[in-house]
């Protein structure tokens, strides 16, 4: 009877090493395909959110959701009834009264018929970060794995979302005119108190009404668009932090789907753009080394309402 010859472990190795190799080749590939997946959910909730958006503004006088009611008569009279039930993780269930767009219960009823049963409590870093949507509506690929520099945190409770409206309008005319003035306070009105008025807002195709972020809104003014300062260094850090360097964060865009993003636009589309397609740069869109020589008029085209 012939003796079976058993394996040596020279090519027992060699096994070892080719599946590796193998491994190490298909890894990435699988990563990207992980990935292509969770960029697919996340374009499916932006354009859920522009779909509320929109049916929002048919029942409530042609305006978008208020991002934020300052005015506190009007608040009182958005948060009549209350806002939803919110379940934390440690089983806690609150009702937040604030007047916030994600806090909004005719918006989250047109969004998620549950209401906010599946709202969470953020627990890293900052035990008092409220998450503010249904989880449903959480991005994917969110915490994504980046650069993290948490320095000093510089307010106690933080709502985060990682979607959000664009505040760009009353962020520049606040910039331009001052706090406090005439025109601060009509785009105050607009932008925070009312919401922006669908028919007002100038080729709707071209504006952007949401995309991937990390706070309740976002702007790329005060430079919080500018990936080259931001996201390049810091990812995912948003407001409420001074990194280690100094720098102030948020409320700003997060590339996260292969340094892009997801973004739902004010007629209802949604796209996906690399970050040098949502923030732009003089000298053909080339950044200097610093990242300063920002295209103004170029990324209000994009990003302003109103102009």
Same mark, same amino acid.
């Given at each position: 009877m012939?003796?079976?010859?058993?394996?040596?472990l020279?090519?027992l190795?060699v096994?070892?090493?080719?599946?590796a190799?193998?491994?190490s080749i298909?890894?990435?590939?699988l990563?990207?395909?992980?990935e292509?997946g969770?960029?697919v959910? @996340?374009n499916?909730?932006?354009?859920?959110?522009?779909?509320?958006?929109?049916m929002?503004a048919?029942?409530?006088?042609?305006?978008?959701v208020?991002v934020?009611?300052?005015?506190?008569?009007l608040?009182d009279?958005?948060?009549?009834?209350?806002?939803?039930?919110?379940?934390?993780?440690?089983g806690?269930?609150?009702?937040?009264?604030?007047?916030?767009? @994600?806090f909004?219960k005719q918006?989250?009823?047109?969004?998620d018929?549950?209401g906010?049963e599946?709202?969470g409590?953020?627990?890293?870093p900052?035990?008092?970060?409220y998450?503010?949507l249904p989880?449903?509506?959480?991005?994917?690929?969110f915490?994504?794995?980046?650069k993290?520099?948490f320095?000093?945190?510089?307010?106690?409770?933080?709502?985060?979302t990682t979607?959000?409206?664009?505040i760009?309008?009353?962020v520049r005319a606040d910039a331009?005119?001052?706090?406090?003035?005439p025109?601060?306070?009509?785009m105050q009105?607009?932008i925070?108190?009312?919401?922006?008025?669908?028919?007002k807002i100038?080729?709707?195709?071209d504006?952007?009404l949401f995309?991937d972020?990390k706070?309740?809104?976002?702007?790329?003014a005060?430079?919080?668009g500018?990936y080259i300062?931001h996201?390049?260094?810091?990812?995912?850090i948003g407001?409420?932090?001074?990194s280690?360097?100094?720098?102030?964060h948020g409320p700003?865009p997060m590339?996260r789907?292969?340094?892009?993003a997801?973004?739902?636009? @004010?007629?209802?589309?949604?796209e996906?753009?690399?970050?040098n397609?949502?923030?732009?740069?003089l000298n053909?869109?080339?950044?200097?080394?610093?990242?300063?020589?920002?295209?103004?008029?170029?990324?209000?085209?994009?990003?302003?309402?109103?102009k």
């Amino acid at each position: 009877m012939r003796k079976r010859r058993a394996f040596t472990l020279i090519e027992l190795l060699v096994v070892v090493a080719i599946i590796a190799l193998l491994l190490s080749i298909l890894t990435p590939a699988l990563n990207q395909v992980k990935e292509a997946g969770r960029k697919v959910v @996340c374009n499916s909730n932006v354009k859920q959110l522009g779909m509320a958006y929109t049916m929002y503004a048919q029942l409530y006088g042609g305006h978008f959701v208020p991002v934020e009611i300052w005015d506190p008569l009007l608040a009182d009279e958005a948060l009549k009834g209350g806002g939803y039930d919110m379940t934390l993780l440690n089983g806690e269930v609150i009702t937040p009264y604030i007047p916030i767009w @994600c806090f909004n219960k005719q918006f989250i009823k047109l969004l998620d018929q549950r209401g906010g049963e599946n709202a969470g409590l953020e627990i890293v870093p900052n035990p008092f970060d409220y998450y503010a949507l249904p989880q449903a509506f959480r991005c994917p690929s969110f915490p994504v794995d980046k650069k993290e520099e948490f320095g000093s945190l510089t307010s106690t409770t933080i709502i985060r979302t990682t979607y959000a409206p664009n505040i760009t309008d009353w962020v520049r005319a606040d910039a331009e005119f001052g706090e406090g003035s005439p025109q601060e306070r009509a785009m105050q009105d607009r932008i925070w108190n009312k919401g922006p008025l669908v028919d007002k807002i100038k080729r709707p195709a071209d504006k952007i009404l949401f995309t991937d972020a990390k706070d309740v809104y976002l702007t790329y003014a005060w430079d919080q668009g500018n990936y080259i300062l931001h996201w390049d260094v810091h990812g995912e850090i948003g407001w409420g932090y001074t990194s280690n360097d100094g720098l102030d964060h948020g409320p700003e865009p997060m590339y996260r789907h292969n340094e892009g993003a997801n973004i739902i636009f @004010c007629d209802g589309h949604a796209e996906y753009r690399k970050k040098n397609e949502m923030f732009y740069f003089l000298n053909g869109n080339t950044p200097d080394a610093d990242g300063t020589n920002v295209d103004i008029l170029r990324n209000d085209k994009l990003w302003c309402y109103f102009k």
